[in-house]
């Protein structure tokens, strides 16, 4: 993954990292008040690392633009307008990733039925159709070991990420990194996609059809230009675009 080089202010990250939250329940793919999505901001006045988060104990569907939570590397509060705090021990994963991979702003996490099902499975994702091509051969895996991170845990995460930006964690869910919250969004809901129809397709019983390593490549490669013409050429992202429009039908009071 190659830095982005978004350069958008923090009210713009505040608004897409909110529309973040609810894009991902009205799929369906939030878990309650677990899992996150974490935005990287500008860099302090001293230089300290910034990040956004959600309120602790709201769910994805309460998030607004102005009730999201400022904090530094290690989960600790700098800025917090709702006044409920954050799920510190929910941030582990993605301050490691956040300090390992400067060229993430945005982590995000899910855990879904579909996601977790392909997870669960040795084979992980097949390239059974185009959602699932873009992803041919750069997906990361981390070995489950538990509900508590620990530093040693947080390490192996890292190790096992490597330069990739989708990582399927064993037995959990599902890891995105993108050079932008919008980045993390289409991915997210693009492998979403893909797990949905790897389920659906290997529950009919009959036999799949694969595509070919030479196929599923050329089409990772073609994903690749395009997300890499929003992130790197700064054109326009009309995809983002509907999704926020949407947004102000399915959600008026995001931006809060
Ligand atoms: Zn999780």
Not at 29 to 37: A, V
Not at 227 to 245: C, H, I, M, T, V
Request: with cysteine.
């Amino acid at each position: 993954m190659r830095d982005g080089a978004s350069g958008q202010s923090v009210s713009q990250i505040r608004r897409d990292l909110a529309a973040a939250y609810r894009l991902i329940a009205l799929e369906g793919m939030d878990d309650g008040i677990y899992t996150h999505i974490s935005a990287r901001l500008p860099s302090g006045p001293g230089g300290e690392q910034r990040f956004l988060l959600n309120p602790y104990g709201l769910r994805f569907d309460e998030v607004t633009a102005a009730n999201l939570v400022t904090v530094d590397e290690t989960g600790a509060v700098i800025d917090d307008p709702y006044g409920a705090g954050v799920n510190a021990a929910g941030f582990t994963i993605h301050s490691a990733v956040h300090m390992a991979r400067h060229d993430a702003a945005c982590v995000l996490h899910t855990h879904t039925v579909a996601g977790v099902a392909v997870s669960s499975n040795k084979e992980g994702l097949l390239p059974l159709n185009q959602w699932s091509a873009q992803f041919y051969d750069r997906i990361a895996f981390h070995d489950y070991e538990g509900i508590a991170l620990n530093l040693e845990e947080r390490a192996r995460i890292v190790a096992d990420l490597g330069d990739k930006s989708v990582m399927l964690l064993r037995n959990h869910g599902t890891l995105l990194l993108g050079r932008s919250v919008a980045e993390a969004v289409k991915l997210a809901l693009n492998l979403e996609r893909s797990c949905k129809a790897q389920v659906a397709a290997l529950g009919m019983g009959l036999t799949p059809v694969v595509l070919s390593h030479d196929v599923a490549e050329h089409t990772a490669g073609q994903y690749q230009s395009m997300y890499d013409s929003f992130e790197n050429k700064g054109k326009s992202d009309p995809e983002w675009a509907a999704q926020l429009r949407r947004l102000e039908v399915s959600a008026p009071g995001y931006l809060g």
